[in-house]
C-alpha cells in the first residue's frame, strides 16, 4: 500500500470513506480489490488471516464484493487452499472474486 499510495493499509480505508459514503448515496455498487494476497514484493508471505481480515473490512465499509488479486503470481494450490478456507470463515464465497497470475519470470530476470 505505502508503495503504490504512499500510505499504509490503514490511510487507505480512511480515504476510502468519503468515496464509499458518495457511492452509496447515488446508488453505485461498489467492489473492493486486494492485491498481493499470496506474497508482496516488499513485504514478503502474506498470513491468509490478514487477507481475511482486510477483506471482511472491504465488505463491511460496503462493498459488495472483494476481488483478490495474486499479482505476482506466487499463488501454488497448497497456499491458495489455505487462503480459501481462511477466508471462507470470514466472508460468503458469493462475495469473492478473483484474479490470478501464473509466475513465469523471463531469461535473465530475478525470481521475487
Request: some cysteine; hydrophobic content about 35%; aromatic content about 8%.
Amino acid at each position: 500500500s505505502r508503495a503504490n499510495l504512499n500510505c499504509s493499509i490503514e490511510e487507505s480505508f480512511e480515504r476510502f470513506k468519503p468515496i464509499m459514503e458518495r457511492a452509496h448515496a447515488v446508488g453505485l455498487p461498489v467492489r473492493g480489490y486486494l492485491s498481493a494476497i499470496i506474497k508482496c514484493p516488499y513485504d514478503g508471505d502474506i498470513d491468509p488471516t490478514v487477507v481475511a481480515g482486510w477483506a471482511q473490512k472491504l465488505l463491511d465499509i460496503g462493498c459488495y464484493e472483494v476481488s483478490l488479486g495474486d499479482t505476482i503470481g506466487a499463488g501454488t494450490p497448497d497456499k491458495l487452499n489455505a487462503l480459501f478456507n481462511t477466508l471462507l470463515d470470514y466472508c460468503a464465497p458469493e462475495k469473492l472474486a478473483g484474479h490470478f497470475h501464473q509466475y513465469e519470470p523471463c531469461a535473465g530476470s530475478s525470481n521475487l
